[in-house]
C-alpha cells in the first residue's frame, strides 16, 4: 500500500500514521505489532533475541554497520528468549525487532521510555552507518540497534521487552518562539504566570515539598535486587529508594555518581495537536543531566485526556563534583512541536498510560 503525505505539510507523525507506514513497509516488524507498542507519537521498538555484550560503546561511522562492529567488540552473546539478566555498568547491544525503510523525506528520532529513564538503564539506538545515537536520517533502510547500559540496578529483560521509543518527522516542526508565546496564551502550558518560553519552555526543579507530603525525591539504593523491566508494582520501593524530605533552604546537594528522582515545580501539559520533548540540559549552567526520558505525547497533563497539568519528573545524576541544586533552579526546556494531524488517541488513561495527572513518581515498576 502506498504511502504518500500532502506537499505543504510537516510535524509529527500521530498514531494511525505510523500504522499505514508500516503497512507501507517503511516500518518492517520480524513479528506484528502488540497491544499498546503504538502511542499517540511515537512507535516501541522492541528488543530482538539475542544480546552482545561488548567492550565499549561506539558509532558505526559512514561505510559501516553496528554488525561488523559488534563482531569486533564483543566479548559475548547470549540469548533473550527465556529472559537474562544484564550487569550495572556494561554495555550490550540488542537488535531490535523493527527495521526500517524510510522514505526521502521523514527522518526518525530516538528516545528512552520513560520507565527506562526512571530505573537509571542508558540506551540509545544504533542504526548502520550513523555517527549520532538515536537519530535515523531520512532515507534510511536497514536494522537497528538498542544499547543498553544499566547504572543503578541490575535488569531482567527479554525477547520484546520495550526500552524505546522512536518518532517519525515530516520536515520541520519545531514552533517558532512567537507560536509557542501563542500556543501558551491560548493553552497555558505551564501553571506559572511567568513562564520563560525563550528556547522552550523553562522547568524548574521542586524542593520545597509541598506537592509530596514533604518530601523533594529519591535516592537510588546501591547493591540491590534484580529489576524485571517487564513486571509492574512488582518491587517494594523501600527495597531499591531512600525519600528524600526537604530541607528548610530548599537545598538539594547531589552526590557524584548518584542517581535521583525529583519532579519539576511546574505542571505541564501538551495539547492535542501538539508534542514536546526535553531538551538536553547545558552543560554551562551545571555539571548535571536531567531527564533520560525525553517524549511527552500529545494530551499529556491535558485535562481532556484526563490531566490537570502533570510534572515532569526529573531523572538526576551529577557528573564529576557534588553539585547543589536550589528550589525554582532552571534544569531543562519543553521544545515543542506540531503534530501532522491530531493523534486518534491522546496520552491519558483511556490508553493506559502510566503517567497522566503524575506528581512525584517512581518507575511502574515500584509499589508503596
Known sequence: MPFSLPADAHGILPDRMIVAMAEAGLIIPEYDFVESQIQPASLDLRLGDV???VRASFLPGPGSTVAERIDELKLHEFALADGAVLETNCVYIVPLLESLALPKDIVAAANPKSSTGRLDVFTRVIADG??????????????LYAEISPKTFPVLLREGSRLSQVRFRYR?????????IALHQAERLVDRDDADLAGGVALSVDLSGSNANGYVGYRA????????????????????W???K?????????????FYILASKEAV?????????????????????????????????YA???GQGSRAVLEVRSREVPFILEHGQIVGRLVYEKMLARPNAMYGSRIGSNYQAQGLKLSKHFRL
Do not use: C, N, W
Not at 539504593?221 to 531499591?240: M, Q, S, W
Open 304 to 306: 481532556g485526556a484526563g
Open 246 to 258: 526537604a530541607r528548610p533552604d530548599g537545598s538539594l546537594i547531589l552526590d557524584p555518581g548518584e
Open 130 to 143: 550513523t555517527r549520532r545515537f538515536d537519530m535515523i536520517g531520512a532515507g534510511y533502510h536497514g536494522p
Open 269 to 301: 501539559q501538551v495539547p492535542p495537536d501538539y508534542a514536546a520533548e526535553m531538551v538536553p540540559f547545558d552543560p554551562l549552567v551545571g555539571e548535571f543531566r536531567v531527564h533520560y526520558a525525553g517524549f511527552f505525547d500529545p494530551g499529556f497533563g
Open 51 to 53: 544480546a552482545y555484550r
Open 221 to 240: 539504593k546501591r547493591h540491590t535486587g534484580v529489576v524485571d523491566v517487564d513486571r509492574r508494582a512488582g518491587y517494594p520501593v523501600e527495597e531499591f
Open 242 to 244: 531512600e525519600p528524600i
Open 172 to 180: 520541520d516542526a519545531v514552533l517558532s518562539e512567537d507560536e509557542l
